[in-house]
């Protein structure tokens, strides 16, 4: 269960992690906590990720379904209506291009793998929203995010207790992982969920004591990008959390971070690329 894995298979692709790589957030959504309704036509959807691409990142995440705090889900057949728009102009303007779909739901999981070739399932819930989900990427043989969230969007900020925030996540993916590879899932990448269902106090814990999940030796992500656990301690807003951003993934990558997952791709791109310089 513990077997080093610090490489993934993507389609056609093997993408290692010598160097830590970057998904640049690709939100679709009219109601996202930072960039909603910023995106929602094939123009301005290019335009992105093209800029993207541009600035470094390797993965585009594209979301069609908010999962701010407090936020109400869209219907299956809305979300998939808001990805069909972005995966057919990315596959057509973009065609080499690793795409990751974040979703919970295993039937826009098997849909977009098989219509647009999506190579990543990027799952919020880690498997709690849909009992199908592992089955099903068992059966697609994609890599899979398996990321912790206490609770739902709804609901992940009432109040939530941990006895240790990071010995609770780590027991949790201990059974997931076992869980996804019982059904032939073996490209899993770790996320612990920052911000989902975490006080701030409990995000700073996490990041701190971050080499701990180095014990499942796969390929972590970490989301901080415009996150509350910044712009709260800043008394600032999403839109003047950027340098807090860059400062957290600095700490993330010094701590073994594989994968940062950001709004601000150029900016990440410079940190990845000051860090690697100190660890030489």
């Known amino acids: 269960m513990f077997s080093k894995s610090k490489s993934i298979r993507v389609g056609d692709r093997l993408l290692c992690f010598d160097k830590p790589l970057i998904m640049g957030i690709l939100n679709v959504t009219p109601d996202s906590f930072y960039d909603g ?13 093209e800029r ?34 972005a995966l057919k102009e990315i596959r057509t303007e973009f065609p080499n291009t690793i795409i990751s779909v974040d979703t919970f739901r295993s039937g ?18 880690g498997g709690n929203k849909d009992p199908e989900m592992f089955a099903t990427i068992g059966r697609l043989k994609v890599p899979y995010v398996l990321m912790h969230m206490l609770g739902s969007p709804g609901t ?35 996320d612990p ?31 901080l990008s415009r996150k509350s656990m910044i712009y709260k ?28 997952r950001v709004h601000d791709v150029k900016q990440a791109f410079e940190c990845v690329k000051m860090i690697e310089k100190i660890k030489l």
């Open 37 to 49: 309704g910023m995106y929602q036509t094939s123009h301005l959807i290019r335009l992105k990720a």
């Open 52 to 85: 993207m691409l541009e600035d470094g990142a390797t993965i585009i995440d594209i979301g069609a379904c908010s999962t701010r705090p407090g936020s109400q889900e869209p219907d299956e057949e809305t979300e998939r209506s808001r990805l069909n728009l």
């Open 108 to 125: 826009i999981a098997d849909w977009a793998v098989k219509e647009y070739g999506v190579q990543i399932i990027n799952d919020v819930s």
């Open 156 to 190: 992940m900020q009432d109040n939530p207790i941990y006895e240790d925030v990071v010995n609770d996540i780590s027991l949790l993916f201990a059974e997931r992982i076992r869980q996804l590879s019982e059904v032939g899932a073996t490209d899993i990448i770790i």
């Open 193 to 223: 969920g920052f911000g989902f269902g975490k006080t701030i106090e409990q995000n700073y814990n996490l990041l701190d004591r971050l080499e701990d999940f180095r014990i499942f030796a796969r390929p972590l992500l970490i989301g």
């Open 233 to 260: 301690v800043l008394n600032s807003a999403p839109e003047s959390s950027l340098n807090g951003t860059t400062a957290l993934n600095a700490v993330a990558l010094l701590k073994g971070a594989d994968i940062i």
